[in-house]
């Protein structure tokens, strides 16, 4: 069961949040850390530091600190020619938003089950990927099952 985050999760790991957002995200990312079975799609992390760069007014340094981090502990998966037609396949068929089809087609193809995040619809199912909102407390259980406390 390997999961992998949005965007949003590593934002608000980084205090870019309301702080029951942060305390979770951090939770989540820290679960993942400690040896889940998690991964990092390139994609996000471009995301992440367009939106800290931005958005938060991060500076790049500490910017780069944090990916180095994630990046040190977990693998980090880039979108590959054929992701796209994937990606835009899925535009078509499921009326995901271009990025968010990118992000599940390169998710999809390496493998990864869950993909966290609140900006897609909760609990739907793509060809083996499942999105699920980690900041709903319904869902809870199935987090505990896939990113379990070490």
């Known amino acids: 069961m390997i999961v992998t985050f ?59 600190a944090l990916i180095d981090v994630w990046c040190a502990v977990l693998p980090v998966h880039a979108a590959e020619a054929d992701d796209l037609g994937a990606a835009l396949d899925a535009v078509k068929s499921h009326r995901l938003a271009f990025w968010d089809a990118m992000m599940w087609a390169t998710a999809r193809r390496v493998g990864v089950r869950y993909l966290l995040t609140e900006d897609m619809q909760d609990g739907f199912a793509l060809d083996g990927v499942r999105f699920l909102n980690p900041f709903v407390s319904a869902n809870d259980g199935l987090i505990e099952e896939i990113l379990p406390v070490s």
């Open 6 to 64: 949005d965007t949003n999760v590593l934002a608000y790991a980084t205090a870019l949040a309301p702080q029951v957002k942060v305390q979770r995200a951090q939770d989540l990312i820290g679960r993942s850390m400690q040896g889940g079975p998690c991964l990092l799609l390139l994609q996000t992390l471009g995301e992440f530091a367009y939106v800290a760069l931005c958005k938060a007014r991060m500076p790049a340094d500490r910017i780069r």
